[in-house]
C-alpha cells in the first residue's frame, strides 16, 4: 500500500462547529459547538418578539452572523444552525404555528427566512424537545434509553427522547407535558383548565407565594426572588414551591405510569430549585405508585442549566450533517 506524503505548503482543514441557538420569548443564547459537545462560543440577544417577526428574525440573523465571524477568526467553519423555538411547529418543523408567548406570531415561516438571510442550513425545532435532548446528549440524561423531562419558566413545556430521537407525535405536537390536567384550575393558556403549566411553572408558583404571603409585586418578581426568600426560611415561600412540587410529582407518575422513562428531567429557570423541587416529587412518586411494581424512574435537574436547550440544538445540527450516529 502506497502512502502519500502531505505537502508542507497544505492547509490543514479547518475545525467544522456548528452553533446552537434557543429563541426563547425574551432571551436569544447560543454555543458554538463541535462534534464531541466543546464550547466555542458564546452569544447572546435580545429577541424582541413584541416588535413583531421581521426586527426578530433580523436580531437572530445577527447572532448568527456574529458567530459566524467568531468562529471564522478562529480558523473554525461553521456548518449548520440549529434552532430551538419557544413555540409549536408543524410537521415539517420550519414553521411557527402560534404560541401564547409570541402573540401575533401565526404560521411564521421561520426557517425560509433565515436560511436566506444567512445562507446557511436552518434546523427548527421545539425548545422544550431540544432542552431533553440536550440533557441526553451531555447532561443529567447521559446514557439513558428514554428521557422525559419539562422545562420550567413562564409555562411548562415537556420534551421526550427515545435513543437520541424527539418523540414528535403524529401531527408534531406530542410530549406537551405542560398540558397535562392536574388540577381543577385555573384557566391555561391553551383555553383549558388546570394544565401543570397553570399551577406549577415559574409564574403560577410566584403569583401562589403573594397568594399566601398578602405581598405586593414589589416584593417578588422572578424565582430568584423566591431563592432568596427561601434562603431566609419564609414559611410562605416553602408552601408555594411544595405545591408545584406535588403538582410536578403528580404529571411525572403520569409520565412514568405511560412510558417507563430512565429519567425525568427538571430543566427551565425554576429547575434552580432543584433542591427544593426533586426530593418532594422523588417521595411522591415512590408513595404513590403501583405497589409491587419497581419505582426505577430517576428525578433530576438540569445538569446544563440554562444552555441544555442549546447544546440539543447544537446535537440536532451536528446529526443532520453526520457528525454523529443516530443512536450511541
Not at 414551591?241 to 412510558?259: D, K
Amino acid at each position: 500500500m502506497a502512502f502519500h506524503k502531505l505537502s508542507k505548503n497544505r492547509r490543514r482543514p479547518k475545525k467544522r462547529v456548528v452553533l446552537g441557538l434557543d429563541f426563547g420569548a425574551t432571551l436569544l443564547k447560543s454555543l458554538l459547538l463541535d462534534a464531541e459537545g466543546h464550547i466555542y462560543g458564546r452569544f447572546s440577544g435580545r429577541s424582541e418578539v413584541s416588535r413583531g417577526p421581521e426586527v426578530t428574525m433580523k436580531n437572530i440573523a445577527g447572532l448568527i452572523s456574529r458567530a459566524q465571524d467568531s468562529a471564522r477568526n478562529a480558523g473554525l467553519e461553521l456548518k449548520e444552525v440549529g434552532i430551538g423555538v419557544c413555540a409549536p411547529l408543524g410537521n415539517a418543523r420550519d414553521t411557527i404555528i402560534q404560541s401564547p408567548v409570541l402573540p401575533g406570531w401565526n404560521n411564521v415561516p421561520v426557517k425560509s427566512i433565515l436560511s436566506r438571510q444567512i445562507g446557511m442550513p436552518i434546523h427548527l425545532e421545539n425548545d422544550a424537545s431540544l432542552a431533553i435532548l440536550g440533557e441526553w446528549w451531555k447532561g443529567a440524561a447521559m446514557d439513558c434509553a428514554i428521557a422525559a423531562g419539562v422545562t420550567l419558566g413562564t409555562g411548562i413545556g415537556g420534551g421526550l427522547v427515545i435513543n437520541g430521537s424527539i418523540y414528535r407525535g403524529a401531527s408534531g405536537f406530542g410530549a406537551e407535558f405542560g398540558h397535562i390536567r392536574v388540577a381543577s384550575g385555573p384557566r391555561c393558556s391553551c383555553g383549558g383548565r388546570g394544565c401543570l403549566g397553570a399551577v406549577a411553572s415559574a409564574t403560577a408558583t410566584i403569583s401562589r407565594y403573594k397568594k399566601i404571603s398578602g405581598r405586593g409585586a414589589e416584593q417578588i418578581e422572578s424565582i430568584r426572588d423566591l431563592c432568596r426568600l427561601l434562603a431566609r426560611g419564609d414559611l410562605a415561600a416553602e408552601q408555594a414551591v411544595l405545591i408545584s412540587a406535588r403538582h410536578l410529582a403528580e404529571a411525572s407518575l403520569i409520565l412514568i405510569n405511560a412510558l417507563n422513562p430512565d429519567v425525568i428531567i427538571l430543566a427551565g429557570g425554576m429547575s434552580v430549585l432543584a433542591d427544593r423541587l426533586v426530593n418532594p416529587i422523588a417521595s411522591y412518586i415512590h408513595s404513590a405508585g403501583m405497589r409491587g411494581l419497581p419505582q426505577n424512574t430517576r428525578i433530576a435537574a438540569a445538569a446544563l442549566g440554562a444552555y441544555s436547550g442549546c447544546f440539543g440544538a447544537g446535537y440536532m445540527a451536528l446529526n443532520h450533517i453526520q457528525y454523529l450516529p443516530r443512536n450511541r
